[in-house]
């Protein structure tokens, strides 16, 4: 079988200090020993935000993915390849088209089996719930505010909406 992995900071900071990435990677090799798989490579991305799949080495482990070359990726966590649960339900469903198996090793998660798939889906579920139930409180406490007569929201926002006259 063969793997490669993907490890990525956020910041430049993480990636000035290395310790994360040197983590995330030591990690990744563990896992491909249990796995018995031979390393590819392992892609690491320094100071790169997770907040689109739009990142140069993500598309390099993508290409890989989409020319047959790869049958694993391993990373040291779900969040260090995607933020999102809509990003990370496009790469799952990348993968899978492509006979891919993701493995997280934090998570214990391995998308190569029946199991794992289904425990991904529930955590993407509960995910999703989550974002959607912190949406609804907030919002709810802003309506509550403002029936109260609060000032609610940003206050240059509300001071540029009175300079022009809102």
């Avoid at 999102?84 to 493995?103: I, N, P, T």
């Avoid at 403002?146 to 001071?159: D, F, K, W």
Wanted: charged share 30%.
């Amino acid at each position: 079988m063969r793997a490669i992995g993907y490890a990525r900071v956020s910041t430049d900071k993480q990636a000035d200090r290395g310790v994360s990435l040197e983590a995330q990677t030591e990690k990744i090799r563990a896992m491909t020993l249990v796995h018995g798989a031979e390393i590819a490579d392992i892609i690491v991305e320094a100071g790169e935000s997770a907040q689109s799949l739009n990142r140069p080495g993500l598309q390099r482990l993508l290409a890989l993915v989409d020319a047959g070359e790869v049958q694993t990726v391993i990373v040291a966590k779900l969040d260090r390849l995607a933020r999102s649960v809509k990003d990370l339900c496009e790469l799952l469903e990348r993968f899978e088209r492509r006979g891919v198996a993701l493995v997280s090793v934090a998570e214990s998660l391995d998308t190569g089996s029946a199991a794992g798939r289904l425990v991904l889906n529930i955590m993407t579920a509960v995910s999703q719930w989550e974002r959607e139930a912190i949406g609804e409180r907030t919002r709810d406490a802003l309506s509550h505010k403002r029936s109260r007569g609060e000032r609610v929201g940003n206050i240059e926002h509300a001071r540029l909406a009175h300079a022009k006259g809102f």
